[in-house]
């Protein structure tokens, strides 16, 4: 957009583009005329388009840059040495590719990829539906429609660890005043210890509800942008030629349409699952570093990251992970098509 | 590190994660020490103008006991040599530290810590040989040990912490059970016999031991956890066998699991959910204030035919190689942690209980002679074991996760047992190789 679209569109009230603090500024509207002037003002002083570009986008690429791209760049250095307890290794403990080697032939680690992955096998589909459902049920609501948009997505507010403690001391409590073991109780089923042992791994209902809770808001809010972007007339021509509203609409007209918001919604909650750590540190015994229950990046920071400082075989995990993450989010993209056009 | 070595678990203070009223203040306290910190950056603090020497900054973990924070601030406030600022670090101090001494301008002058091989190969530690010179003769072997390093004193202890399993004397005599146990086959039998469904028979946390009954059970058998080979120095069919009895404690069904609080918190035990529970010297003021007489103590017992053991936690205390002031970061720590006897004797004894790390102290400390405390500095005496300083969190991890997949899982015990001997070679051999 030009910046003389943007004055066009915004100056309307007032008098014509590009006259801002003409003869015309005086007699227009007092809001009109100060949004034209400010505009003109901002747009002179700033000089051209590219200088405008540069001051919006340099603060934001600046600190992806520092905080994004230096660290990885480093953590890539940093995998290819001998590094405990130091950012800057000397040359003589430059050791190959033997970090790697040994992070992709440690069990446990490979154990903690596999535990993602069944983490992201169960979230991701129900999340997906849960946030879908939730938006057309709220889209379909005729009264208190701000009200019900604002309670669902309030949860996102909350953060993982408070959510986590509220989840572990309250609700899911082992013990038999646990909220959900005092409502089993009335039906005398016995306490469960909810977050201890993986027999059944009943941890991961509690993982699973609390992620359900927090995020699902988020995704029916970006779905219900996406239904209101779906045309009216083509529900009408399709009732016109027989459709029955219901199933019929819902999957050749409402899906069709979610198709570009869907595609984006499956790779966010996949790169959020794959991310993974703070609910796991606060719900699982031991700060999550146990076998059965242990995403990666926990077990990078108890072994390598945290307390020891073994900077080269950490850097070679999180490479490992943040590959596995582009090549698994590339795949999604080619299978689902994001990006294209949006198919009508 | 050993045993649980996280920052909040490992040296013995009820201190967590949960933002309460302590976490406010020491809150707080951060703040107060970045301001410290701040004026630390160029070595030309206000404190030199002033002629009160440099300024240092001190790290502590958040301990939990009330009044703690306020007696580190009132030490550091009462010498005369340097302003001292007092770092109070809540959640994973040593993650916290581990990172805070890669840091160029904000790293701790003296913290307190773990003694491990890595930061003294970076660098990080300062020899204390001198500072202890004189009251050597005074310190325990075992402690002198674990912060000895090839033949170089790089800490000195502050407290020591000794882990054990505290139980009710009355629900013993309810249940018909004598005394403590001998074995831990025992100790399951009596777990399950004590085990009422509401009350559980016993509180091993919430890992059902696994995060630390492994490391008891190679002191118990004799080994060790490094040989004088470099290598896991556990390799012992006996490991497998001890292992069993504690998946049979897990499935017996005994366990108190999902309590709200962790171990190292004696609610568990005051709110009457179990009848034994596994927790250290530092909870005793609170468990004689709420039960009274009705609590006893025992070493963990021995497995598969070994000796009971103690894990002797606790903190010690060192000296940042790369601050800006070692000279005067030493001399603090001496008088601080070796001449000052009466803070020493403060620390260990005004807010939970800690057995002093001297000799001569022990004998001084009259909190510590009588009832279940005295039991405790005695069996922590005849059982105890330290920490070994070359022993990392991958290392533990691996034992760690031997335990959890016998215990929790069902796995077969010889085969673990291999599979952590070979994780912790291969870590030994990229460490010494």
Redesign the interface.
Known sequence: MTETETETETGTPGPGPGSGSGPGADTGAGAGRSGVSWRARVGRRLGSRGAAFWYFVGPFLAGLVMFTYVPVAWSAFLSFF?A????TPAAEDFVGFANFA?MLTD??FLRSLWTFTLFAAIIVPVTFAASLGLALAVNRVRVARAFFRSVFFLPFACSY?LAS?VW??SI?????Y?LVNTVLGWFGV??????????PPWFWLVIATLRLWIQCGFYMILFIAALQQIPEHLYEAAYVDGAKPGRQTFWHITLPGLRATSVAVLMLVLIQAYQAFDEFW?LL???G????GRTPLVYL????L?????LGRGSAGALILALLIALVTLFQGKVLGFGKPEGR | MVASGKGKGFGGSFSGPVLGRRGVFALGGLSAGAGVLSACGGNTGRGEADGDGPVLSQWYHEYGEAGTQQAALDYAAAYPDARVGVEWIPGDYDAALSSGLLAEDEAPDCFESHLNRGMVEAGQLEPLDDLVADVIDDIPESDLARNTLDGTVYGIRMIDDPQYIVYRPSMFEAAGIAGPPETFDELVDMAVELDSGEVKGIDFGEASGADRLGQHMIHSLGLSFIGADRQAGFDDARMAEGAGSVRRLSESGALLLGAPTAWWDPSSMLQGLTAMSWTGLWTMPALLEGLGDDIGIFPCPGFAGGAPTVFNGGWSAFVNANGPNVEAAKAFTKWLWVDHEEFILDWCLSYGFHIPSRLSLRAQADELTSGPAAEAVAIADEFGWAEDPDWTPAMNTAVNDMMSNIVIEGADPEEELAAAVATVNDELDGIFG
Do not use: C, E
């Open positions: 001998d405990r307890n130091t950012v040994s069990a446990n660890v403690l572990k001391m899911f409590t082992g013990v038999h646990g016995g306490p469960i210890a909810w977050l201890n042992g993986n027999d606060n015994p031991n700060s570093n146990v076998p059965y920071f108890h072994t390598s945290g307390t020891v400082q073994d």
